[in-house]
């Protein structure tokens, strides 16, 4: 047999996937959060899940239900205001307004994609488009009113070449972005979600899609503020409704593309939020399995004052406002502090939640879990036999402990009162308090506050009817911010 070489095959299997005429109309997903919303707006209209399978039927259907949307007065000033500033092709620049027909928009439409060029061989020296790299850059100039955020002259480029001069993109890449704003979302930015498996990405721009086709107009995505707030509130909602539940979201990776092209200069920018897949299989999770202590734990996490959280719902809330579990689970910070409710002593969701995300997002192991939780079963069974007042006050030491050495001392403390109590075996033997105290230390992930935070939760999950009860004959200080962090 003679020997192939990576070239010769590559050519070769190139070879047969292309059809015999042309390959124009062959669609495929660019990694362009851009370009593929466009595509996943065409494969919706479509009603298909794949690239490959769209045929130019699809595409004059797309067309036809772009234009028409497109000539609207709104969809025009939404357009030319914050997408596609001046855009000639499907006309947003108001000095078209007249001439502003779904018939005209669907000419410049079409003439574009007949203009979509022959994929490259991959032998061809050619100019290649920056953005899928298959085929030669389309022959006109390309700038940021046809393309979002692409520099011109003096206005900003989020492009890395710096083009002055737009940038070389291909007339199929040209033409799917078009299609973008049908799945974007208009919270005060644009929000493009853009998400890996590409057919997870059909799911979460569906509701944009179809608010388009039901109502004609573009999704403000409810209402939301916040596109971090929105994205979870989906994922939530998603996994309740699918059939394979939060494993839905195994190895899925999404980022939020959160930007505005205006029309001024000064009013280009974008955010871009990569969500942790740690964070996503976290919240799938929670809404399938305790959507109610999830709940609680946002609710902890408000970033507003006392007076006017008292006023508003969950719902209210999670539309319009900043959220500290949020913030932390997308820079992969812990938020174990907000498992449990230290001035109602009581916790906030079910331990298989608690263990969930020790597992899977602090990555603890399963056996150092275990070990602590039975500690804190050692800790309970020693400090209920206390009256109600000292056993308070115990567990007080443990609340207030924000140094080492307080945390130690209450170790201490607990040993004390099971010698006082006549407890026969001690605590922790010296190996244990030794790992307990030193080997978790500062570590990150599993620090000596992650150890503080497992033991609460264990104490208020066992002792909370009687913790409640000891509080009335203690005056509490009142606190103002929702939640408290720790101080370092
Ligand atoms: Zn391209």
Redesign the pocket.
Known sequence: MPSITLDNFINQSNVENQTKDSNKNKFYW?GHPF?DAGLVAILLIANKNKPEKLTDKDIEKAIEFASKLYAKKEWASYLHGKIFPNNGIIMSNPGMSKRRTPENIAKNLMELYNNISEILELSSKEK????????K?YEKDIYRSNFPLLGTGGMLNFFHSANPKGED??????FLVQFMPLVAYNLPNVLIIHAYPYEKMLELCKESFNYAREHSLVSNARDFKKPENFLFKKIVEITRKVESKSKFWENVSVTLYYFRNGNRSGEQYVDIIHIPTSALRFIAFAGEMDYDGWKNILNMGWLVSKNRREKLSFEELEKSYSNEVYRRLLNEESILEFFYDKKEKKVNAKWRLLEFYCLEVLGLDNQTLEFIKDVGDRIVETIEKLEDNKLRQTVRELEIATKLYQFENFFIRVEKIRQQKGIPKSLLTFDEFARLLTSYGEDINTSWRVVRDLLLFRIYEKLHNRLIKAQFSESEEEEDEIYEGDEE
Not at 128 to 135: A, E, H, L, P, S
């Open positions: 660019t370009v290649r488009c920056i953005i899928c790299g298959r085929r850059p993109i291909c007339a199929y890449c040209l």
